[in-house]
């Protein structure tokens, strides 16, 4: 039972539709995927329709909260929510309204600095209920003021950069706790990534239920530490690709990184 339990859309930075993921997911051959979008749950439906229309992949209703936590972003997964309650919905659509706000001020911030930039031609590479910095990278990238995503990242759309400007998030707190009034399994995102390893154990003390210990970006270092750290918290353990509908080196990552949903009886009691 290989589940990828970290997979986007294009309902936040992910280039491909809830649609054209569940048909690669069932290319791929994996038995499941959780559509984790950023602060929006709106990918949803859709890919659990889809899913049930062909017949032979599982959805888990899902979403990657974004949180701002000793100066670092900390993202918070929460799977098997309920993804058509009125509080989940009216928290993301105020974080989206704020998301698209700051999107449109770093574009001017790109502009004074003296960059010509145009909301238009980011909303082009984005739908237009969302504007992430991913989208504004490749605007950037087409205008050939920088070379790559990753370089826009480094000199103009990271925290301290001069294009950067903060965003509205929630709290580890309210993430976990909104995540368990869902009725919800709260898990760190990409714990290995963190600058700040101490986040890890803040998080267990908050309440987080497990660790995404398998990650496109962790090391065999960070998957071995982050193993123990589960282990003698019994915490659960996760995994998935982060994949957001880009090829690398010559694939899409989703199904490459994934669990064995059979392993997580919390899990697999929910599917």
Do not use: W
């Not at 999107?103 to 790109?110: A, D, F, H, L, V």
């Not at 963190?194 to 803040?202: F, G, P, R, S, V």
């Not at 193993?227 to 899409?252: F, M, N, P, Q």
């Amino acid at each position: 039972m290989i589940f990828d339990l970290h997979v986007h859309t294009y309902h936040s930075d992910g280039l491909l539709s809830p649609e054209k993921v569940v048909e690669m997911a069932i290319r791929k051959g994996v038995n499941g995927i959780a559509i984790t979008d950023h602060d929006t749950v709106l990918g949803i439906e859709a890919a659990i329709k889809h899913s049930k229309k062909l017949g032979n992949l599982v959805v888990v209703p899902g979403i990657e909260l974004g949180c701002i936590y000793n100066h670092e972003e900390v993202h918070i997964l929460g799977y098997f929510i309920d993804y058509k309650s009125k509080e989940i919905i009216d928290i993301t659509e105020d974080l989206r309204r704020n998301r698209v706000l700051r999107g449109i001020k770093m574009i001017e911030r790109i502009n004074d600095l003296g960059m010509e930039l145009t909301l238009e031609e980011v909303q082009q590479l984005s739908r237009e209920d969302y504007i992430g910095r991913p989208h504004i990278a490749e605007a950037l990238v087409k205008r050939n003021y920088v070379t790559s995503i990753e370089e826009a990242f480094e000199k103009l759309l990271n925290r301290g950069k001069p294009a950067y400007i903060e965003r509205k998030t929630l709290s580890i707190n309210e993430s976990i706790h909104l995540i368990h009034s869902l009725n919800g399994v709260a898990v760190l995102a990409h714990p290995g990534l963190l600058n700040n390893q101490e986040t890890i154990y803040d998080c267990i003390k908050k309440g987080i239920d497990g660790l995404e210990v398998i990650h496109s970006k962790h090391s065999k270092k960070d998957v071995d530490q982050l193993l123990k750290i589960a282990e003698e918290y019994k915490l659960i353990v996760t995994g998935g690709s982060d994949c957001h509908g880009r090829i690398v080196d010559g694939d899409y990552l989703l199904g490459k990184y994934y669990v064995n949903i059979n392993h997580i009886p919390i899990m697999k009691g929910r599917i």
